[in-house]
């Protein structure tokens, strides 16, 4: 029996029940026991309620002063890449201004303010039915190199200084499709430790030169110089071409420990996120593809180090087998407009730059640009 029609039948029996004698009261008890079906003692505490149960289900169905706005909500959910509500309450103010200065969207002031104070738990709770986890194992490539091993020092990821913008993390992913025979395309991804500003560029080879070509025209795009570079023992990193662009530009060089992934904790989790999650595991092993996928990223630089929240870890303290952590959840250009070492006009650059993007015409053109790399794929 529906909750409708069940408290629509209490209410009609409820004033006779109220009124009637010992006698009487066994009478309904029994009718509605074999009528619904429910407990006695759940009738008998009901029906004795002075507050009828309709009322009490109308009072506890309220529905969501959010459910008016949740729809653009969504719609600014989808824009974000489906971030986690952490995230996405730190992102929202930023796409509803961006997207409102290029009239892609229109809010009304009452609007926003609901979506501004929705909580997480409240995002959680609403965008519970349209959230799609992927869960896709990663494969990786990496060889370990022994060249100049002993030459470079190891850094482990608690010698870092998150501080001070420059010092990157670096790492190389492989797109042969599962087939590491022959030539095909890399991509380095770079991560700064203190801002999360995230760059990608794409090779074609493993050979030295190219891998230190692409590690300096990804370091070229950072608004900040590059002090330091650390890195796996893989082959394509651990030779004289990078020690000698290292030792040219007088940047710190250091690598991780062979085994041991969480030395590179902040690169290798974006491995994913702003890697495969936009070129997937394809194998691709053309020129005009690798210049595909530098279009790609070129856009993806914008979109991410912008309007894309990172996470980093401010505060840890372990107490016993517990481990209490809070975070800081901003955009990378966010924690460099912030920061004291930047330069005034750096951010000045970053600020002109930010204000002539879209976010929804950068979704657009990455989109674009993966259905241009999915159609080079030989099936």
């Given at each position: 029996?529906?909750?409708?029609?069940?408290?629509?039948?209490?209410?009609?029996?409820?004033?006779?029940?109220?009124?009637?004698?010992?006698?009487?009261?066994?009478?309904?008890?029994?009718?509605?026991?074999?009528?619904?079906?429910?407990?006695?003692?759940?009738?008998?505490?009901?029906?004795?309620?002075?507050?009828?149960?309709?009322e009490?289900?109308?009072?506890?169905?309220?529905?969501?002063?959010?459910?008016?706005?949740?729809?653009?909500?969504?719609?600014?959910?989808?824009?974000?890449?489906?971030?986690?509500?952490?995230?996405?309450?730190?992102?929202?103010?930023?796409?509803?201004?961006?997207?409102?200065?290029?009239?892609?969207?229109?809010?009304?002031?009452?609007?926003?303010?609901?979506?501004?104070?929705?909580?997480?738990?409240?995002?959680?709770?609403?965008?519970?039915?349209?959230?799609?986890?992927l869960h896709?194992?990663?494969?990786?490539?990496?060889?370990?190199?022994?060249?100049?091993?002993?030459?470079?020092?190891?850094?482990?990821?608690?010698?870092?200084?998150?501080t001070?913008p420059?010092?990157?993390?670096?790492?190389s992913?492989?797109?042969?499709?599962g087939?590491?025979?022959?030539?095909?395309?890399?991509?380095?991804?770079?991560?700064?430790?203190?801002?999360?500003?995230?760059?990608?560029?794409?090779?074609?080879?493993?050979?030295e030169?190219?891998?230190?070509k692409?590690?300096?025209?990804?370091?070229?795009?950072f608004?900040?110089?590059?002090?330091?570079?650390?890195?796996?023992?893989?082959?394509?990193?651990?030779?004289?071409?990078?020690?000698?662009?290292?030792?040219?530009?007088?940047i710190?060089?250091?690598?991780?420990?062979q085994?041991?992934?969480?030395?590179?904790?902040?690169?290798?989790?974006?491995?994913?996120?702003?890697?495969?999650?936009?070129?997937g595991?394809?194998?691709?092993?053309?020129?005009?593809?690798?210049a595909?996928l530098?279009?790609?990223?070129?856009?993806?630089?914008?979109?991410?180090?912008?309007?894309?929240?990172?996470?980093?870890?401010?505060?840890?303290?372990?107490?016993?087998?517990?481990?209490?952590?809070?975070?800081?959840?901003?955009?990378?250009?966010?924690?460099?407009?912030?920061?004291?070492?930047?330069p005034?006009?750096?951010k000045?650059?970053?600020?002109?730059?930010?204000?002539?993007?879209?976010?929804?015409q950068?979704?657009?053109?990455?989109v674009?640009?993966?259905?241009?790399?999915?159609?080079?794929?030989?099936?």
């Amino acid at each position: 029996m529906g909750y409708s029609k069940f408290a629509d039948l209490l209410h009609h029996y409820q004033p006779t029940y109220v009124r009637a004698g010992k006698k009487g009261k066994q009478d309904i008890l029994a009718i509605l026991v074999d009528l619904t079906g429910y407990n006695r003692k759940y009738l008998i505490r009901t029906l004795a309620s002075p507050v009828s149960l309709k009322e009490k289900i109308i009072h506890r169905h309220k529905p969501s002063k959010y459910e008016r706005v949740m729809k653009q909500a969504k719609e600014l959910w989808v824009y974000g890449k489906f971030p986690c509500s952490r995230r996405f309450k730190v992102m929202i103010p930023i796409y509803i201004d961006a997207l409102t200065r290029f009239k892609e969207i229109k809010v009304e002031d009452v609007d926003k303010q609901l979506i501004l104070q929705m909580s997480e738990r409240t995002m959680d709770r609403q965008l519970k039915k349209v959230r799609q986890n992927l869960h896709i194992k990663a494969r990786t490539g990496t060889k370990p190199g022994t060249l100049l091993k002993a030459q470079i020092p190891i850094k482990m990821w608690t010698d870092w200084d998150h501080t001070k913008p420059g010092f990157l993390e670096i790492d190389s992913v492989h797109h042969n499709g599962g087939n590491p025979s022959g030539h095909y395309c890399y991509t380095v991804s770079q991560e700064d430790v203190a801002t999360g500003w995230h760059e990608n560029t794409a090779h074609l080879g493993k050979s030295e030169v190219y891998t230190s070509k692409a590690i300096e025209e990804g370091g070229d795009r950072f608004p900040f110089p590059v002090l330091g570079l650390d890195f796996d023992t893989g082959g394509e990193f651990v030779n004289w071409h990078l020690k000698r662009y290292c030792d040219a530009r007088k940047i710190t060089y250091t690598r991780a420990r062979q085994g041991v992934k969480n030395d590179q904790c902040y690169v290798e989790e974006t491995n994913w996120s702003q890697v495969r999650e936009y070129v997937g595991y394809a194998r691709y092993d053309k020129d005009y593809q690798c210049a595909l996928l530098n279009k790609l990223y070129n856009v993806m630089s914008d979109y991410l180090n912008y309007f894309q929240a990172k996470e980093r870890t401010i505060f840890k303290e372990r107490n016993g087998a517990r481990t209490k952590r809070k975070f800081e959840t901003k955009t990378p250009y966010q924690r460099v407009m912030e920061h004291p070492d930047i330069p005034q006009s750096t951010k000045d650059r970053l600020t002109k730059h930010f204000l002539t993007l879209n976010p929804k015409q950068l979704l657009r053109d990455i989109v674009r640009l993966q259905k241009l790399l999915d159609q080079t794929i030989t099936k």
